[in-house]
T-cell receptor
Protein backbone atom coordinates (compact mmCIF):
# COMPACT_ATOMS: atom_id res chain seq x y z
CA UNK A 1 0.00 0.00 0.00
CA UNK A 2 1.22 3.48 -0.76
CA UNK A 3 2.09 5.57 2.24
CA UNK A 4 1.65 9.30 2.71
CA UNK A 5 3.11 11.06 -0.32
CA UNK A 6 4.61 14.52 -0.05
CA UNK A 7 6.06 16.79 -2.69
CA UNK A 8 8.47 18.29 -3.27
CA UNK A 9 11.09 16.43 -1.22
CA UNK A 10 13.37 19.44 -1.23
CA UNK A 11 12.66 23.11 -1.84
CA UNK A 12 15.15 25.95 -1.90
CA UNK A 13 13.80 29.40 -2.59
CA UNK A 14 14.47 33.02 -1.87
CA UNK A 15 12.92 35.02 0.88
CA UNK A 16 9.60 36.57 -0.12
CA UNK A 17 8.63 33.83 -2.56
CA UNK A 18 5.49 31.76 -2.21
CA UNK A 19 6.01 28.13 -1.22
CA UNK A 20 3.42 25.39 -1.69
CA UNK A 21 3.84 21.98 -0.10
CA UNK A 22 1.64 19.09 -1.15
CA UNK A 23 0.39 15.96 0.54
CA UNK A 24 -1.58 12.88 -0.45
CA UNK A 25 -2.75 10.94 2.62
CA UNK A 26 -3.18 7.19 2.82
CA UNK A 27 -6.40 6.13 1.15
CA UNK A 28 -9.16 5.64 3.73
CA UNK A 29 -7.58 7.82 6.37
CA UNK A 30 -9.83 10.67 7.40
CA UNK A 31 -7.48 12.71 9.56
CA UNK A 32 -4.57 14.71 8.17
CA UNK A 33 -1.89 16.60 10.05
CA UNK A 34 0.78 19.12 9.05
CA UNK A 35 3.88 19.28 11.25
CA UNK A 36 7.07 21.29 11.24
CA UNK A 37 10.31 19.90 12.65
CA UNK A 38 13.40 21.88 13.61
CA UNK A 39 16.36 21.15 15.85
CA UNK A 40 15.39 23.96 18.19
CA UNK A 41 11.67 23.27 18.56
CA UNK A 42 11.30 19.61 17.66
CA UNK A 43 8.05 18.41 16.07
CA UNK A 44 5.25 20.97 16.15
CA UNK A 45 1.67 20.46 15.01
CA UNK A 46 0.63 23.25 12.66
CA UNK A 47 -2.91 22.24 11.70
CA UNK A 48 -5.07 19.16 11.38
CA UNK A 49 -8.14 18.19 9.38
CA UNK A 50 -10.91 15.69 10.04
CA UNK A 51 -12.90 14.65 7.00
CA UNK A 52 -11.35 17.52 5.01
CA UNK A 53 -12.44 20.13 7.55
CA UNK A 54 -9.78 22.14 9.44
CA UNK A 55 -10.29 21.48 13.14
CA UNK A 56 -7.44 23.25 14.88
CA UNK A 57 -5.02 25.69 13.27
CA UNK A 58 -3.73 27.18 16.51
CA UNK A 59 -0.25 25.91 15.69
CA UNK A 60 0.02 27.89 12.47
CA UNK A 61 2.76 30.43 13.23
CA UNK A 62 1.17 33.43 11.59
CA UNK A 63 -1.04 34.60 8.76
CA UNK A 64 1.67 33.88 6.22
CA UNK A 65 0.80 30.20 6.62
CA UNK A 66 -2.36 28.68 5.21
CA UNK A 67 -3.55 25.11 4.59
CA UNK A 68 -6.33 23.61 2.54
CA UNK A 69 -7.80 20.18 1.99
CA UNK A 70 -10.12 20.38 -1.02
CA UNK A 71 -10.79 16.63 -1.02
CA UNK A 72 -9.97 13.46 0.88
CA UNK A 73 -6.86 12.74 -1.16
CA UNK A 74 -5.06 16.06 -1.28
CA UNK A 75 -3.86 18.84 0.99
CA UNK A 76 -1.60 21.86 0.61
CA UNK A 77 0.37 24.00 3.00
CA UNK A 78 1.25 27.42 1.65
CA UNK A 79 3.68 30.02 2.95
CA UNK A 80 3.41 33.49 1.48
CA UNK A 81 5.68 35.38 1.76
CA UNK A 82 8.36 32.98 2.95
CA UNK A 83 11.08 34.01 5.42
CA UNK A 84 14.41 32.40 6.37
CA UNK A 85 13.02 31.40 9.78
CA UNK A 86 10.50 29.16 7.98
CA UNK A 87 13.36 26.83 7.01
CA UNK A 88 12.53 23.42 8.45
CA UNK A 89 11.32 19.95 7.54
CA UNK A 90 7.57 19.91 7.01
CA UNK A 91 5.81 16.59 7.52
CA UNK A 92 2.34 15.54 6.56
CA UNK A 93 0.77 12.64 8.46
CA UNK A 94 -2.55 10.83 8.25
CA UNK A 95 -4.53 8.42 10.41
CA UNK A 96 -7.87 6.65 10.45
CA UNK A 97 -9.35 9.00 12.99
CA UNK A 98 -8.36 11.33 15.72
CA UNK A 99 -10.42 11.48 18.85
CA UNK A 100 -9.75 11.18 22.57
CA UNK A 101 -9.97 7.39 22.50
CA UNK A 102 -8.26 6.51 19.29
CA UNK A 103 -5.25 4.22 19.34
CA UNK A 104 -4.69 4.76 15.64
CA UNK A 105 -1.13 5.89 14.97
CA UNK A 106 -0.27 8.67 12.62
CA UNK A 107 1.61 7.68 9.47
CA UNK A 108 4.13 10.22 8.24
CA UNK A 109 5.24 11.15 4.76
CA UNK A 110 8.94 11.54 3.95
CA UNK A 111 8.74 15.28 4.52
CA UNK A 112 9.70 18.38 2.56
CA UNK A 113 13.05 19.93 3.43
CA UNK A 114 12.49 23.64 2.98
CA UNK A 115 15.31 26.17 2.84
CA UNK A 116 14.52 29.86 2.55
CA UNK A 117 17.55 31.93 1.57
CA UNK B 1 1.19 23.32 31.42
CA UNK B 2 2.15 20.51 29.14
CA UNK B 3 5.65 19.08 29.38
CA UNK B 4 7.38 15.97 28.09
CA UNK B 5 10.95 15.14 29.06
CA UNK B 6 13.31 12.65 27.45
CA UNK B 7 17.08 12.35 27.66
CA UNK B 8 18.75 14.11 24.76
CA UNK B 9 21.17 11.36 23.86
CA UNK B 10 22.09 7.84 24.93
CA UNK B 11 24.80 5.42 23.89
CA UNK B 12 24.60 1.63 24.02
CA UNK B 13 26.49 -1.38 22.73
CA UNK B 14 25.36 -3.72 19.99
CA UNK B 15 23.65 -6.78 21.46
CA UNK B 16 22.88 -5.06 24.76
CA UNK B 17 19.63 -3.69 26.25
CA UNK B 18 18.75 -0.01 26.59
CA UNK B 19 15.87 1.76 28.32
CA UNK B 20 14.73 5.18 27.11
CA UNK B 21 12.62 7.09 29.62
CA UNK B 22 9.87 9.61 29.06
CA UNK B 23 8.15 11.64 31.76
CA UNK B 24 5.16 13.83 31.13
CA UNK B 25 3.01 16.41 32.86
CA UNK B 26 -0.38 16.85 31.24
CA UNK B 27 -4.04 17.06 32.16
CA UNK B 28 -6.45 14.38 31.09
CA UNK B 29 -3.94 11.80 29.83
CA UNK B 30 -5.31 9.61 27.07
CA UNK B 31 -2.53 7.59 25.52
CA UNK B 32 1.20 7.58 24.83
CA UNK B 33 2.96 6.74 21.57
CA UNK B 34 6.57 5.90 20.80
CA UNK B 35 8.02 6.63 17.38
CA UNK B 36 11.39 5.90 15.80
CA UNK B 37 13.01 8.42 13.49
CA UNK B 38 16.18 7.66 11.54
CA UNK B 39 18.24 10.66 10.52
CA UNK B 40 16.74 12.38 7.51
CA UNK B 41 13.66 10.19 7.52
CA UNK B 42 10.08 10.31 8.76
CA UNK B 43 8.96 9.15 12.22
CA UNK B 44 7.55 5.63 12.21
CA UNK B 45 5.17 4.21 14.80
CA UNK B 46 6.55 1.74 17.35
CA UNK B 47 4.06 1.35 20.18
CA UNK B 48 1.00 2.66 22.01
CA UNK B 49 0.15 2.52 25.71
CA UNK B 50 -2.98 3.75 27.39
CA UNK B 51 -3.23 1.39 30.38
CA UNK B 52 -0.58 0.76 33.00
CA UNK B 53 1.82 -2.03 32.26
CA UNK B 54 4.10 -3.44 29.65
CA UNK B 55 3.38 -3.89 25.96
CA UNK B 56 5.79 -6.20 24.16
CA UNK B 57 6.49 -6.27 20.44
CA UNK B 58 9.42 -8.42 19.51
CA UNK B 59 12.68 -6.76 20.56
CA UNK B 60 10.84 -3.60 21.64
CA UNK B 61 8.67 -3.16 24.73
CA UNK B 62 6.97 -0.09 26.15
CA UNK B 63 5.87 0.49 29.72
CA UNK B 64 3.46 3.00 31.20
CA UNK B 65 2.69 4.21 34.71
CA UNK B 66 -0.07 6.79 34.59
CA UNK B 67 0.14 7.62 38.30
CA UNK B 68 3.81 8.53 37.90
CA UNK B 69 3.48 10.20 34.50
CA UNK B 70 6.20 7.90 33.25
CA UNK B 71 6.90 5.62 30.33
CA UNK B 72 9.92 3.81 28.98
CA UNK B 73 10.86 2.12 25.75
CA UNK B 74 13.00 -0.98 26.17
CA UNK B 75 15.10 -2.17 23.26
CA UNK B 76 16.70 -5.62 23.51
CA UNK B 77 19.40 -7.32 21.45
CA UNK B 78 20.43 -3.98 20.03
CA UNK B 79 21.41 -3.82 16.38
CA UNK B 80 23.32 -1.12 14.56
CA UNK B 81 20.15 -0.23 12.65
CA UNK B 82 18.53 0.78 15.96
CA UNK B 83 20.65 3.94 15.90
CA UNK B 84 17.95 6.59 15.58
CA UNK B 85 15.97 9.15 17.53
CA UNK B 86 13.08 7.89 19.65
CA UNK B 87 10.16 10.23 20.15
CA UNK B 88 7.63 10.03 22.94
CA UNK B 89 4.22 11.62 22.24
CA UNK B 90 1.31 12.04 24.64
CA UNK B 91 -2.36 12.61 23.91
CA UNK B 92 -4.04 14.72 26.56
CA UNK B 93 -7.13 16.76 27.23
CA UNK B 94 -5.18 19.99 27.61
CA UNK B 95 -3.87 19.66 24.05
CA UNK B 96 -7.36 19.07 22.74
CA UNK B 97 -6.42 15.39 22.47
CA UNK B 98 -3.74 16.04 19.89
CA UNK B 99 -0.26 14.63 20.33
CA UNK B 100 2.30 16.58 22.34
CA UNK B 101 5.76 15.50 21.22
CA UNK B 102 8.91 15.15 23.24
CA UNK B 103 12.16 16.43 21.76
CA UNK B 104 13.35 12.88 21.17
CA UNK B 105 16.26 10.78 22.42
CA UNK B 106 19.11 10.19 20.02
CA UNK B 107 20.33 6.62 20.50
CA UNK B 108 23.83 5.77 19.33
CA UNK B 109 24.75 2.10 19.01
CA UNK B 110 28.41 1.19 19.14
CA UNK B 111 29.91 -2.12 17.95
Amino acid sequence: DAGVIQSPRHEVTEMGQEVTLRCKPISGHNSLFWYRQTMMRGLELLIYFNNNVPIDDSGMPEDRFSAKMPNASFSTLKIQPSEPRDSAVYFCASSFRTDPYSNQPQHFGDGTRLSIL
Amino acid sequence: GQNIDQPTEMTATEGAIVQINCTYQTSGFNGLFWYQQHAGEAPTFLSYNVLDGLEEKGRFSSFLSRSKGYSYLLLKELQMKDSASYLCAVRAEDSNYQLIWGAGTKLIIKP
